[in-house]
């Protein structure tokens, strides 16, 4: 039988893999995406649940990221208020917090400028007889406390919506199936994948390697393996306790190694992390360390010595960042799409990228491998496109 020629066919389905394929069925191609277990099963679902620009990006002077991390939230709060709303955030500051008053008032004046200036993006400095009210934060050595506002999210049904729209304008989604292998052609790439017991082939224009922690893997399944950039897997683990934050949410300083954590409401508990170590096994059975859940606990207890601090759940997830030296923690969250041409892309692998701006990168993703692909009608626009 001949093999079934597709324009577009997509390895992995956590949110950048759904978010491209959105992207390319919204363009009018025919796109395909192969999953392995489920949508948003690894990453996609472990993530601290924020739609934001990353306030924090600023100290690295990631002002391109933060402006557009804005950008996207609010076409995400448009698009998705069903799935996206706004949330306030409070960044208490102690006689020991290592980020002075002058210097976080600085950023947040810069955050909101990027952010447009609106009323809603707005930050002030809360009065002290407001700390009282802080779902039990620690007042002791409290010396200001700013507040500002940013967006929350169920990532998991995220990704299922924007795979949801994908499949409503014509897009393929195979699932539970195994990518095996893939060799290159004059035409493209012929996909080799499993699904049960049954091995099958499709034609490809283009591939997408978008399998987050396990793109390197799949970079060295093709033949001539895929092009890749020196990247790390790094583990981030969150807990639940009990207890709703009923104020919003907390960006708090780790006192021992001056890390930025946080604490927010989810699904009427307390959600708190994240940490970050190297992570260099199989990222399907990643799981929080024993130290991680110490650290995060006692920071817990730092900050709210008054709640109730037991640990409902755990888990941890797995970011790709380019390999460097010093803390994860100050590495470029920038996304890196590598091609296998400069000219003509038929291979795309996405390393690293950010929840918030996911539907940016696909974007981006798209014009990369525009030359490589037939003239198309576009069906719509993924600014305007509604999620639910």
Known sequence: MKNKIIDIVVIGGGIQGAGVAQAAAAAGYQVTLLEQSSLAAGSSSKSSKLIHGGLRYLENLDIKLVRESLHERELLLKNAPELVHRIPFHIPVYHRTSRKPWLIRTGLSLYTILAGLSQSVRFRSLPENEWAQLDGLKTDGLK?????????????????????????????????????????????????YKTGDKTNQLQARVVINAAGPWALSVAKQFTPELPVIAVENIQGAHIELPGLLEKGCYYLEVPEDKRAVFAMPWHDKTLFGTTENQYTGDPAKVSPLQQELDYLLQTYQFYFPERRAEILDAWAGIRVLPTANGSSFKRSRETHLVTDSEERPTAVSIFGGKLTVYRATAEQLMRVIQKSLPQKTAKADTRNLKLS
């Open 144 to 192: 200001k406390v700013f507040q500002y506002w940013d967006a929350q999210t169920d990532d998991r049904k995220l990704t299922e919506a924007v795979m949801h729209s994908a499949k409503e304008m014509g897009a393929e989604f195979l699932c539970p199936t195994t990518f095996m292998k893939g060799e290159k052609n004059e035409t493209g790439y012929k996909i080799h």
